[in-house]
């Protein structure tokens, strides 16, 4: 079957088909803020699947209209106000491509978020519409080609009503998937062969370890791809749990000398209770 044109054909056809479905998949579930991607991205996926679907042969019409209806149908169990909204705050694209109801409910959404952090956020939210007062000035836009929408509303529009508003929803997990992955995390440190941590020192190692893993894979991805990554930048997961956790324990929870003389060490982590964790029982063992 495998030297068989035809089979090669088919398999060419299906990936043709399911490729834009897996790489908005991928997309949403990095760690990014991408939660204002998710109304384009479903819109996205229909247009790619009518320009593809016309060329895929082994589909009857039925079957093809069929997909399509799939796809419009799960983007109405997916696609939420919150993401209408999300789509509006993003400065790139300002809800350009939602229709009058989709608008509606996109600033209905932002008001009534608004009304729980007990802020009037409509002149605000006008005036951004508008391009108007704040808006109005040029530079403001100018900046949204080198900086990302929540860094947007957090450093240049900051002293607005509606910022409040918009980095709340901007930074909204649009997917499980990153909760997901510090599971894994958390299985490389609470092993079988370290079982007796106790659940606060295992959470901090795991906060350490899943971060650490973030900021410098960000770091590396500047100068280099994927394959030197691997190659050359070892990460707490490519390496053995057991050795991982042991050198972040070490250096976080251990006592040592320039830690009691140094106030400005290792803030990232909350040690205001590490003195009676290492007072008590060495719980880490084999």
């Not at 593809?52 to 997916?78: G, H, Q, W, Y």
């Not at 900051?158 to 409040?164: D, G, I, P, R, V």
């Not at 691997?230 to 390496?239: A, D, I, K, L, R």
């Amino acid at each position: 079957m495998l030297l068989e044109e035809e089979f090669w054909n088919k398999t060419e056809e299906s990936i043709k088909v399911i490729e834009p479905i897996t790489e908005c998949i991928f997309e949403l579930g990095g760690n990014d803020h991408c939660i204002s991607k998710v109304f384009i991205i479903f819109k996205n996926i229909k247009s790619k699947l009518e320009f593809v679907l016309p060329s895929i042969t082994m589909l009857s019409e039925e079957e093809k209209f069929e997909i399509l209806v799939s796809v419009d149908l799960r983007a109405s169990m997916c696609v939420k106000p919150i993401h209408m909204a999300a789509y509006m705050l993003d400065p790139r694209e300002q809800g350009l491509e939602l229709n009058q109801e989709q608008e509606l409910l996109a600033m209905e959404f932002i008001y009534n978020e608004g009304q729980r952090l007990n802020l009037d956020v409509t002149p605000d939210l006008a005036n951004y519409k508008a391009k108007e007062c704040f808006w109005g000035k040029q530079f403001v836009w100018r900046s949204l080609g080198d900086i990302e929408p929540v860094v947007w509303w957090k450093g240049i529009c900051s002293s607005t009503q509606l910022s409040k508003v918009a980095l709340r929803i901007l930074t909204a997990p649009c997917t499980s998937a990153a909760t997901e992955r510090t599971f894994s995390a958390q299985a490389n440190v609470h092993s079988i062969k370290r079982n007796r941590l106790i659940a606060e020192r295992a959470a901090k190692i795991t906060f350490v370890s899943y971060n650490w893993n973030i900021l410098h894979r960000k770091t590396v991805n500047e100068s280099l791809n994927d394959d030197q990554i691997s190659e050359e930048t070892p990460t707490p997961h490519e390496s053995s749990p057991q050795t991982d956790t042991n050198a972040i324990e070490d250096e976080v929870f251990a006592p040592s000398q320039s830690e009691a003389t140094t106030s400005n060490e290792l803030v990232f982590v909350d040690c205001g209770q590490s003195d009676s964790d290492n007072s008590g029982t060495d719980i880490d063992s084999e």
